[in-house]
């Protein structure tokens, strides 16, 4: 049995064109808690620990209360902080929940971004051959309008991701499964920044969203014929070039059947 085929080392992914950084603000709450999480991580602050007072984090950060007041809810929230009347924050003992976050600050490394377009197929390979099965002519329907969407997008020259968005999600309520709907749902708002990549080509006449919308018509035409295995070849296809449009060689050709692996 040869081996699986090795992750390329993020030195070896090249700056393809349009990428770069997702422009968001990051604000000073988010970079509060990414430290105090940072040092929890680092076991400076360990279960159990108490948080210094909202004043003794506010000189130490140079922010103001608020702003610490604001990053411990975010922490509380996320489940690695909790709060004691009267008594103050402290580090929980076991995580009551895991938050799935993708990034933090303005935009993902090389590397995080490889991982999530590889998730990607992952999931959106699944949905689009379970679509395939069970859509009727309403979610077609759906699909067709947020395609349009982004074709006006494209001759507007203006930013499309939110369509592109609606694609997926409409693409995942052809599969009737409500779970797979809401899972969809909310991975998208982290996935969106991902789409958002192939929009910022201002500077190419909008190339990689054109390249992008042919992938997207072969997969809803892969759906519309009830063709599930084709749905699910589209969609990795889709990932893989929306990736390789950016200068990210995915590592896992998922359509690939494993070297040595036999037939039940």
């Known amino acids: 049995m040869s081996a699986p085929p090795s992750r390329p080392a993020e030195s070896d992914i090249p700056n393809g064109p349009g990428l770069r950084r997702i422009a968001r603000p990051v604000r000073l709450s988010e970079e509060v808690s990414v430290e105090l999480q940072q040092r929890v991580a680092r076991g400076e602050l360990k279960p159990g620990d108490r948080l210094p007072t909202e004043k003794a984090l506010g000189e130490a950060f140079g922010v103001s209360r608020a702003v610490v007041r604001e990053a411990i809810a975010r922490l509380k929230a996320d489940g690695l902080i909790e709060t004691r009347q009267g008594s103050g924050a402290f ?26 377009f590889e998730l990607r197929a992952m999931v ?15 979610d077609l329907s759906a699909m067709k309008e ?55 080509d201002t500077n190419l006449q909008l190339k990689l969203p054109h ?25 990795h296809e889709h990932l893989r070039g929306a990736a390789g449009r950016l200068g990210i060689p995915l590592a896992l050709d998922l359509d690939q059947k494993r070297p040595g692996r036999r037939k039940p």
């Open 211 to 235: 390249a992008s919308q042919r992938e997207h018509r072969a997969l809803l035409d892969a759906i519309a014929k009830g063709d599930a295995e084709a749905a699910r070849r589209r969609a």
């Open 146 to 200: 947020h395609l349009q969407a982004m074709d006006d997008a494209m001759e507007s020259g203006v930013d499309g991701t939110g369509a592109d968005d609606n694609f997926h999600v409409a693409m995942a309520k052809a599969t009737h499964n409500s779970y797979i709907r809401r899972l969809v749902e909310f991975l998208g708002q982290h996935f969106s920044d991902s789409r958002k990549l192939s929009w910022l």
């Open 91 to 116: 580090v929980v003992e076991a995580p009551k929940a895991i938050n799935l976050r993708f990034w933090q600050g303005a935009g993902p490394a090389l590397d995080e971004l490889r991982d999530i």
């Open 124 to 138: 959106e390979g699944a949905v689009a051959e379970l679509a395939a099965q069970r859509r009727d002519e309403h």
